[in-house]
């Protein structure tokens, strides 16, 4: 998933990701509930309309984001008062509040709000916020229930909308049912992770599941190993979505592992830092190397920028400041991504996925020092 936090692949337009490939986008609600209010997206139709996207959409529940409020929140059973990082401003997120959020924002399928804590947690802490990410989600799904007896949110009539020009607006998209996900927490304890996985599943069957407190600290041997925990837990023929992973080494372990969705802002943020993905590793356009080349980023690339400008070109316009060279950088990060899980895609569906992923990967760090050796 391309990730629109605010509801903006940042310097990518709908069009750019249609033609990328790009299938699902993911939003905020954190972010979307400050600013500009989901109240207001709501009122012009949910997220879909207001970002004139009309495929899939993805919001996680903020809890990710409230957590990150060091010294700025406090958690009890109900739920986590914080102060807004804009404007400080008093706030309370609670399974009930979170879920009414992410129906007013109608996206397709809305996460549930987690308590989320640091990677290295010990077991104690990890132990409570998992259990408590459990009960939470036993809140949200009797919330989302009553909201769907309520009909669907009071949104703007969509039939009084004009439609948008080159889409299939305008879309059913706020009465849709919404997939509810929950997410397996536990830290980097197997047997929490394991005890989250069964609670969750004791509680409802669901179109999907979260796999959420990795990369967040904890060293990779322990991620790759909680997702092989999650994968023997998990039904087979549900999606497994890695929450806020996305680097490509990562999204090829994690194929191997079972995850299905990712998401991650290395892509665009990457991108604004002038780092290209390439097969052979990170380039850094940035590099004087780079001045008189005069090949694409990544020569093995169909994206809109290796098809039209030079490494030389765009190195240019990264030392003079100008827009389009990080825009020509995200888009062909993203659509670097975007391809990389359709080969994978390709290679399960050949049977050769353990072949390919050790191809790939390979090739990818013969090139590449690891970013943290933790
Ligand atoms: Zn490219």
Same mark, same amino acid.
């Given at each position: 998933?391309?990730?629109?936090?605010?509801?903006?692949?940042?310097?990518?337009?709908?069009?750019?990701?249609?033609?990328?490939?790009?299938?699902?986008?993911?939003?905020?609600?954190?972010?979307?509930? $400050?600013?500009?209010?989901?109240?207001? %997206?709501?009122?012009? &139709?949910?997220?879909?309309?207001?970002?004139?996207?009309?495929?899939?959409?993805?919001?996680?529940? &903020? !809890?990710?984001?409230?957590?990150?409020?060091? !010294?700025?929140?406090?958690?009890?059973?109900?739920?986590?008062?914080?102060?807004? =990082?804009?404007?400080?401003?008093?706030?309370?997120?609670?399974?009930?509040?979170?879920?009414?959020?992410?129906?007013?924002? !109608?996206?397709?399928? %809305?996460?549930?709000?987690?308590?989320?804590?640091?990677?290295?947690?010990?077991?104690?802490?990890? #132990?409570?916020?998992?259990?408590?990410?459990? #009960?939470? $989600?036993?809140?949200?799904?009797?919330?989302?229930?009553?909201?769907?007896?309520? &009909?669907?949110?009071?949104?703007?009539?969509?039939?009084?909308?004009?439609?948008?020009?080159?889409?299939?607006?305008?879309?059913?998209?706020?009465?849709?049912?919404?997939?509810? *996900?929950?997410?397996?927490?536990? &830290?980097?304890?197997?047997?929490?992770?394991?005890?989250?996985?069964?609670?969750?599943?004791?509680?409802?069957?669901? =179109?999907?599941?979260? %796999?959420?407190?990795?990369?967040?600290?904890?060293?990779?041997?322990?991620?790759?190993?909680?997702?092989?925990?999650?994968?023997?837990?998990?039904?087979?023929?549900?999606?497994?979505?890695? @929450?806020?992973?996305?680097?490509?080494?990562?999204?090829?372990?994690?194929?191997?592992?079972?995850?299905?969705?990712?998401?991650?802002?290395?892509?665009?943020?990457?991108?604004?830092?002038?780092?290209? *993905?390439?097969?052979?590793?990170?380039?850094?356009?940035?590099?004087?190397?780079?001045?008189?080349?005069?090949?694409?980023?990544?020569?093995?690339?169909?994206?809109?920028?290796?098809?039209?400008?030079?490494?030389?070109?765009?190195? =240019?316009?990264?030392?003079?400041?100008?827009?389009?060279?990080?825009?020509?950088?995200?888009?062909?990060?993203? =659509?670097?991504?975007?391809? $990389? @899980?359709?080969?994978?895609?390709?290679?399960? #569906?050949?049977?050769?996925?353990?072949?390919?992923?050790?191809?790939?990967?390979?090739?990818?760090?013969?090139?590449?020092?690891?970013?943290?050796?933790?």
């Amino acid at each position: 998933m391309a990730v629109g936090t605010l509801a903006t692949v940042k310097s990518l337009d709908p069009v750019d990701l249609r033609e990328i490939g790009a299938q699902m986008i993911l939003g905020n609600a954190y972010h979307l509930h $400050l600013r500009p209010g989901d109240e207001l %997206i709501r009122d012009f &139709g949910g997220l879909h309309r207001f970002m004139g996207w009309d495929g899939p959409i993805l919001t996680d529940s &903020g !809890g990710f984001q409230v957590f990150s409020l060091e !010294g700025l929140r406090t958690v009890s059973e109900n739920g986590v008062e914080f102060r807004s =990082h804009i404007d400080g401003s008093k706030h309370v997120f609670t399974p009930e509040s979170v879920m009414q959020i992410e129906r007013n924002l !109608g996206a397709d399928v %809305i996460m549930q709000f987690d308590h989320v804590i640091p990677g290295q947690s010990e077991e104690a802490k990890a #132990r409570d916020a998992s259990e408590r990410s459990v #009960r939470w $989600l036993a809140r949200c799904v009797a919330a989302l229930d009553a909201l769907r007896r309520g &009909g669907p949110p009071p949104t703007t009539n969509l039939r009084d909308l004009p439609p948008l020009p080159g889409t299939t607006f305008p879309l059913p998209a706020p009465s849709h049912p919404q997939a509810l *996900f929950p997410i397996v927490q536990g &830290g980097i304890h197997p047997q929490l992770r394991r005890e989250a996985a069964r609670a969750i599943r004791s509680i409802g069957d669901f =179109h999907g599941f979260g %796999i959420g407190g990795l990369s967040v600290g904890e060293a990779k041997p322990d991620m790759y190993r909680m997702l092989e925990v999650a994968d023997a837990e998990l039904p087979r023929d549900r999606p497994r979505y890695l @929450m806020g992973v996305g680097f490509p080494e990562d999204l090829v372990e994690g194929v191997l592992r079972g995850v299905d969705l990712f998401d991650c802002v290395a892509p665009t943020r990457m991108g604004r830092n002038g780092a290209a *993905f390439t097969n052979d590793g990170r380039l850094n356009i940035k590099r004087a190397e780079f001045r008189t080349d005069p090949r694409p980023l990544d020569e093995g690339c169909d994206c809109a920028a290796c098809r039209r400008f030079s490494r030389g070109y765009i190195r =240019h316009l990264f030392t003079s400041d100008e827009i389009l060279g990080l825009r020509l950088l995200s888009l062909h990060n993203v =659509h670097f991504l975007v391809r $990389l @899980m359709r080969d994978a895609r390709a290679a399960i #569906r050949a049977g050769t996925i353990d072949a390919w992923a050790r191809d790939w990967l390979a090739r990818y760090h013969a090139n590449t020092r690891p970013v943290s050796t933790a």
